[in-house]
């Protein structure tokens, strides 16, 4: 995970900075819409780590989903969540590194590239963001939440089930909020510790261990969501921003065991999880690609999109 402590000093600048104007598309139909959307990236979570997240797989039976979503290359915390966030391969403008500094923060303004919170702000909906204090210091919070053009941002402290809980607290005591980003970062901080495999190729116990804290909290937010998502009001979306396992090269001065960046599947290929009512349970066939998800989210809600942003997943289940 980018040491997001020294990335946020640069995100006032990103404010700041000289922007192409926001040309937005035409809103087009799509086939599923919910009043409100909640998206849970999984910091770390390898696409072949559902089977170790019970809850979001006993959603699949009724989910658009896949084990199969390419992130960017390098596939690293900083580009890949921009990349997530704004619905552009930000790598393809050459943010390759895993600090945000004003340098990055003017490329992606003058590239029109925008968080999806903006978005919702154009629209006026109002949008929100729980992050653990180790991603967005105290210190560092309002321009964090200048950068990301986010309403309410909840950093706290604590693993995912006190994300959990921060999160279903805000929800309970705003219920404006129409869009919702939920960061978990348990899984990433195991496998750079411990390493998301061992010698034999297996996943760690330590990051299994978290991946089962991960589910848990996402169980708790289940159980808070659950009758919203059945009576259409909701849709909620996990995904993750990388895998991990397999850093050979990636010169972080970590074994490749406990770090990422590559091609290989278990850095690259990431889980993709979407359920709402009337979406058609199934598997996604294709390429499906990190920068789907904020255009997703935003169709979901109805908005319009940015030009030049990928387009949302494709429901019914092909690419």
Known sequence: MASLRSTFPGLAALALAGCAELKMAPVEEYPVTAQRVILISIDGARADALP???????????AVWTDAMQTVLPALTLPAHLSMLS??????????????????????RLNGMTPMFEWARVADLRSAAVAGMSLIPAAQRAEAQAFFGVDTLVATDGDAPALASAAIALLRADTSVRMMFIHFPDADFAGHTYGWIGSDGAHTSAYRA??????????????????????????????????????????????PTHTHCTAHAGDHLVPFVLVAKNATAARLTGDVTITQVAPTVGALLGLPLPERVARPVELGGVQ
């Open 52 to 62: 170790h997240l019970s809850t979001v797989s006993s959603l699949i039976g009724r």
């Open 87 to 108: 619905g552009r391969d930000v790598t393809q403008y050459g943010i390759t590194q895993n600090e945000m500094d004003a340098g990055i923060a003017a490329v992606m």
């Open 210 to 255: 978290a991946l089962a804290r991960v589910d848990s909290a996402i169980a708790a937010l289940w159980s808070e969501i659950g009758s919203s998502v059945d009576a259409g009001h909701t849709a909620l979306i996990v995904t993750a921003d990388h895998g991990g396992g397999h850093g050979d090269g990636c010169n972080t001065g970590e074994a």
